[in-house]
């Protein structure tokens, strides 16, 4: 019999980080500057303190549990089925919004050195090739995409660390002053408020570990682990990327494109540039395929449980879920030819609140209800974590539905479509067992 290939530790951190660094450090820094300043700055780490938070209520809960759902699993048993349904679902839906939100940054990134790249049809092109070829390499099994991922991981770190080592020494304190500067007309709590929530989706992506972890090695131990090394690692680099995007280019990072590039280019020369520009497609690329890898398995997750079709989870020879895969494909194109990079990067993030909410919630009720459990990590500092990150998250939430109260409905109306299908299926697998 075939020994099934896992994930280990080491396999685990480069997933975990390639899941978080990505079209976000690249693409968003102007527009963060553009709304507050330097300032961004600060925002970016405010954004950080939530985000380890978050991570952290994620690392205690997962220790509980060796299944594949992540934050379906634990909605679940914390809240029961119903609310463990629409967090699951929803994480699907995240999961192809994030993924389509990364194809079309790809393009935008291919089009600084191939200009035709940003032309829509062109544009529609390189977002179905690069999605069908991951899917297809998805397909092939899980240790064809580590090797893919890891690569792509270490190769997406050079040019950054590449960049920190050098840029620290090209900082310029004036570049820093003034240090808050709002456009006109711009109320600053809605300023501030709008960029966090634009600068938070730079963090996000680290709660897709704990959905593939019948794919890890000792998901329990590893998974908790991995989620604190990958948060430490990222938030350093994200805070010396954006000190040294300021530090160097000052007003000209307002509005860039491709920010870190730029300071690159007037830093090292156009070599210096092309080095950026080059990390920053294979980080792209290498963000898409843990994408690729995920979103599937956010599916097959809610099929364990009776929640979506059995034909969903069917695998080939390979252990892929290859109906899984082929329907995330679909819903990832079409979600990705239909919108820009910042709007599906905001609704990602609204919808995303879906997730980290519960889960920060059911870390309170696991200890209760699992008192008499081991577990292999737990949040120091009592109940204070989670409950920062609860409020924290469901006071941006309101501020965003006052200020763009749209994206408030694209990024939640999911929350209501879905409820016939839990009902549905719920039928479906009772009868099933009854009969049984």
């Known amino acids: 019999m075939k020994k099934e290939t896992k994930l280990g530790f080491w396999s685990i951190v480069l997933l975990g980080i390639n899941a978080i660094i990505g079209s976000g450090i690249f693409g968003l820094p102007g527009a963060a500057y553009s709304k507050v300043g330097p300032s961004s700055i600060l925002v970016l780490g405010f954004c950080m303190i939530l985000a380890v938070s978050i991570a952290l209520c994620f690392a205690e809960a997962s220790s509980w549990f060796e299944e594949d759902g992540g934050p379906y699993i634990y909605a679940k048993e914390a809240f029961g089925n119903f609310i463990g349904f629409e967090v699951g679902f929803m994480k699907w839906a995240v999961s192809m919004i994030a993924w389509a939100t990364m194809a079309n940054f790809f393009a935008v990134t291919l089009s600084s050195v191939w200009p035709q790249a940003a032309e829509p049809l062109t544009k529609n092109i390189i977002i179905g090739v690069l999605v069908i070829g991951l899917g297809i390499i998805n397909l092939m099994g899980v240790k064809q995409s580590k090797k893919l991922n890891n690569i792509m991981t270490i190769g997406k770190l050079i040019p950054l660390v590449l960049f920190i080592a050098v840029g620290i020494f090209f900082i310029k304190g004036s570049n820093f002053t003034p240090f808050v500067i709002i456009p006109e007309g711009q109320a600053t709590s809605s300023a501030f408020v709008a960029v966090a929530i634009s600068l938070f989706y730079a963090f996000t992506g680290f709660e897709s570990l704990a959905v593939a972890a019948k794919d890890m090695e000792d998901p329990k131990r590893n998974v908790p682990k991995a989620l604190v090394t990958v948060m430490l690692v990222v938030s350093i680099v994200y805070v010396l990327i954006l000190a040294i995007s300021i530090g160097v280019l000052g007003s000209g990072l307002s509005g860039a494109n491709n920010p870190v590039a730029d300071a690159a280019t007037k830093i090292m020369g156009p070599i210096g540039g092309y080095i950026i ?38 695998t080939n020879k390979n252990g892929a879920p290859y109906v899984a895969i082929i329907v995330s494909i679909i819903g990832t194109l079409l979600i990705a030819w239909s919108g820009s990079f910042i709007t599906l990067s905001q609704i990602s993030v609204v919808s995303r609140f879906i997730q980290y909410i519960p889960t920060c919630l059911s870390v309170l009720i696991f200890r209760k209800k699992f008192a008499d459990r081991e ?32 994206k408030i409905v694209w990024g939640l109306g999911g929350l209501i479509v879905v409820v016939p299908i839990y009902f549905y299926m719920t039928k479906v697998y009772t009868k099933r067992h009854s009969n049984n």
């Open 277 to 314: 520009t080059a990390g920053t497609i294979i980080s792209v690329g290498g963000i898409n395929i843990a994408s690729s890898i995920f979103t599937p398995r956010s599916a097959t997750a809610l099929v364990e449980q009776g929640l979506l079709p059995k034909p969903m989870s069917k």
């Open 375 to 406: 577990v292999n990590f737990r949040i120091p500092g009592g109940a204070f974590v989670p409950v920062f990150a609860v409020i924290v998250s469901l006071i941006l939430l309101v501020k965003a539905g006052i200020d763009a109260p749209m």
